[in-house]
């Protein structure tokens, strides 16, 4: 038996040692000295690439694989770990595989219906086409798209390992709706990211898939080995303007990026939750400087140690903030060692509390 998983690629990167995992470039070329496979070649539709994202490479598999008897997707900077955190061997999944149908990412839980979490991000609109698009060429999956997608699940990523003639069988649902789909909707005025759109639309239908046809599914945890660049620039910057003292600066950034690249909070985009914690600090900084004329940009305007301050008052909120509404009611609570070190040294504001809670979710629980 023999099994690939290509990993899809815009850009150069180291590869995983085992040649189970062969790199695919999608969308735009890169130099051929790297001797990746690429998605430009045989039959394909890789001029698509920035409607279809990664889907580019899924076709390609598709039309072209003709010498593998499983076939999987992987991202260069995202892949499906075992229980150890480590990638999957092929020895592993191919013993999954007598078990399961196929492999894929754990169900996301959102939290509110898909229809209006997509809304947020892009045009919900769209989805109503599709379910058109879908009761026509797939009337089968029709009930199960109505439904699902006003529930709050949906897989991400379009990362999956499975028979290649089980790939082929979704690959001859999915993308009979996506040309079709894409003749009738209107992108004008889309940026790039929600140009991207039928990527996005063939995470979700691989759910309405595989729960219409019965399947089997082993949820698997993401390992991801490098953040986005995206994430990285946004982080820099911000480190800039904190460095300045400029919050304001710093607000503006985020929402820029965030409006470009509303992703960026997302756990598979935000590795460290860095991102977030950087959102919480702007959010802290400024309402201390409105409410006390300081902030702790005062005591230090290094990012990573910013970053570091508000992580650790998070856990001292999520381990104590439901009891202890205030600074001075947690000062009086039995802590450990190094959580009193932590509040001695740092002298916690009533505002970065305040602002620490209501992010934790206890902003409604005060007695």
Not at 18 to 37: F, I, K, T
Not at 67 to 94: F, Q
Not at 156 to 174: I, P, Q
Request: aromatic share 14%; glycine share 4%; net charge negative.
């Amino acid at each position: 038996m023999s099994m690939t998983i290509y990993t899809m690629t815009h850009k150069p990167f180291v590869p995983p040692p085992d040649r189970l995992y062969q790199p695919l470039q999608v969308g735009s070329a890169l130099h051929e000295s790297l001797g990746y496979l690429s998605d430009n070649e045989g039959d394909n539709i890789s001029e698509q690439n920035p409607y279809y994202s990664e889907l580019t490479g899924h076709y390609w598999v598709w039309k072209n694989d003709k010498h593998s008897d499983y076939v999987g997707c992987a991202h260069y900077r995202r892949y499906l770990v075992n229980e150890k955190e480590e990638l999957y061997t092929e020895v592993e999944l191919l013993d999954l595989l007598k078990e399961y149908d196929l492999v894929t990412t754990k169900l996301l839980t959102l939290e509110y219906s898909y229809y209006d979490a997509f809304d947020d991000r892009h045009n919900a609109k769209d989805l109503d086409v599709l379910g058109d698009v879908i009761k026509e060429l797939a009337p089968r999956y029709y009930e199960n798209y109505m439904r699902l997608v006003h529930e709050k699940r949906t897989y991400f990523g379009n990362m999956f390992v499975m028979a290649k003639s089980l790939y082929d069988d979704y690959m001859e649902f999915l993308f009979p709706l996506l040309f079709e789909a894409q003749k009738r909707i209107d992108m004008t005025g889309y940026d790039g990211y929600q140009k991207r759109l039928f990527g996005f639309f063939s995470e979700f239908l691989l759910y309405v898939w595989t729960t219409t046809n019965g399947l089997k599914v082993k949820e698997a945890m993401v390992g991801l080995i490098s953040e986005k660049a995206e994430t990285k620039e946004l982080k820099e910057q911000i480190a800039e303007f904190f460095r300045k003292k400029d919050v304001a600066g710093a607000k503006d950034c985020f929402l820029r990026f965030y409006r470009k690249r509303p992703d960026i909070l997302m756990e598979v985009s935000d590795i460290n939750r860095e991102c977030r914690l950087a959102m919480q600090a702007i959010s802290s900084l400024e309402w201390e400087q409105k409410r006390c004329g300081y902030s702790r940009l005062e005591k230090t305007t290094d990012f990573y140690e910013l970053i570091d301050f508000y992580r650790k008052l998070n856990h001292l909120v999520l381990h104590h903030g439901e009891k202890a509404v205030t600074v001075e009611e947690l000062q009086k609570m039995a802590l450990t060692c190094e959580e009193q070190d932590f509040l001695r040294k740092q002298q916690i504001s009533s505002v970065e509390y305040e602002i620490a809670r209501r992010i934790n979710g206890l902003f409604n629980k005060d007695s």
